[in-house]
């Protein structure tokens, strides 16, 4: 197989990485340093304090290949260039014009900018270019894609353990601070480090809104926002949380669905189907649903329960006002949580519109939509699903061990982490 490597000019060992050819082993191990599991009561407890302050980036040694300012201008298939133009997008947005030439050309990148902003199609472009025409061989793919969210941050050095030393690695995230250090200076290799955004990443489009609310007005308003007209992602803290707020909105009249860790990756896949083609309206989700899910013409997000941090606020915000489009992030406070909703909004560089509000209150419909609610309860059905058709007696082939599907894969050669 004639796999995937960077150029030779960039291919060389990273510091820390895995030890290739020792032991029998092409990957090495890294049992030793793998990171502790969650806790026993599923990993929810409250996490370690965060480092904070602002990242240092590394020092590049290599100039970087200057920007292009159409995808025609870049190193790619046809087939990839011809898919780009008939859905019209011919102008690449400023941080995939700048790491694109890059990441082609086999360089490790480091990118930052805001969520909307094309991280995605950076990274995935590099991918299916550096990727196309080659095939896998069993158990080692050519490529390995890493969105780690809070609950499998912990896993992430484990994988990366396994991508061979001289592999492509790149990185892209809304918010880069002191805590993904380690992760930098470890994977990468003289990476080409560009952000389009400052570290806050807060988005000209979107409007931000702290609505102060008592506690025991907080349920009545947050079911008549809910009840607008349109979408609306509303976040919380908890998977129970979520799913009993979810049950009162079906109960309101208000086409509610859950998407949480406790959901299997199938309940996940119809959730977000149904939210995105209005089947469903409101999507109720714990931070899972915080990082890389995009909706087209989503305008309003809401934090029931207030983020504790100001990442976790820019990446749930950050489902909203993508790719130029306007939006509005709404928070709901109670009295006992204004002074630490300050401290949050100053961490990521924003001044709120700040708003005493009630159920039924005309500010309240003005700023986000929210209206009663019909009270006739509704019921979320599932989209009628084609059973598989079972297999004939004469079938061949044999069924793969299950011990050989549980198997951790050894990823080959270009590995791209996004938050």
């Not at 602002?54 to 970087?64: D, G, K, L, M, S």
């Not at 509000?357 to 084609?386: F, K, N």
Request: glycine residues 10%; proline residues 7%.
């Amino acid at each position: 197989m004639n796999r995937t490597r960077t150029n030779d000019r960039y291919s060389r060992a990273r510091n820390g990485g895995v030890d290739s050819g020792k032991g029998g082993s092409r990957f090495g191990s890294s049992a030793a340093r793998r990171p502790a599991g969650p806790n026993r009561s599923g990993g929810y407890g409250r996490q370690p304090a965060a480092v904070q302050g602002e990242f240092a980036p590394p020092r590049t040694i290599t100039p970087a290949l200057p920007s292009v300012e159409d995808f025609a201008d870049l190193d790619m298939p046809g087939e990839l260039l011809a898919a780009l133009g008939s859905a019209g997008v011919t102008v690449p947005f400023p941080i995939q014009a700048a790491t694109l030439p890059n990441s082609l050309a086999g360089r490790d990148v480091l990118g930052r900018g805001r969520t909307g902003s094309g991280k995605t199609l950076a990274f995935g472009l590099a991918l299916l270019a550096r990727t196309a025409g080659q095939r896998a061989e069993a158990r080692q793919p050519l490529g390995l894609v890493l969105v780690p969210t809070r609950e499998l941050a912990q896993q992430v050095t484990a994988l990366l353990d396994q991508v061979r030393p001289e592999g492509q690695r790149m990185l892209f995230s809304a918010t880069l601070d002191r805590n993904v250090d380690l992760l930098v200076r470890r994977y990468l290799s003289d990476p080409v480090v560009h952000s389009v955004d400052p570290s806050a990443g807060a988005v000209t489009t979107m409007e931000h809104h702290v609505l102060h609310v008592h506690g025991a007005d907080k349920h009545a308003a947050t079911t008549e926002i809910a009840a607008r007209d349109g979408r609306v992602i509303m976040f919380l803290d908890t998977k129970h949380a979520v799913d009993r707020l979810t049950q009162d909105l079906l109960n309101s009249g208000v086409r509610a669905a859950a998407l949480h860790g406790g959901k299997s990756q199938p309940q996940r896949t119809r959730t977000l189907a149904q939210f995105k083609t209005g089947h469903v309206t409101v999507l109720v989700a714990t931070n899972v649903a915080a990082r890389g899910i995009h909706v087209d013409n989503l305008d309003l997000v809401v934090n029931v329960d207030p983020p504790t941090d100001h990442k976790d606020y820019l990446h749930r915000g950050g489902r909203t006002a993508r790719a130029g489009e306007s939006g509005s992030v709404v928070t709901l406070v109670t009295p006992n949580q204004r002074r630490g909703m300050v401290r949050l909004m100053s961490d990521a560089g924003i001044r709120p519109q700040t708003t005493q509000v009630r159920s039924g209150d005309e500010a309240l419909s003005r700023i986000t939509g929210a209206q009663a609610p019909t009270g006739i309860p509704v019921v979320i059905t599932a989209p009628v699903a084609e059973r598989p058709k079972k297999r004939g007696a004469t079938s061949r082939g044999r069924r793969r061990p299950a011990s050989a599907t549980r198997r951790a894969p050894a990823p080959q050669s270009t590995a791209g982490a996004a938050a």
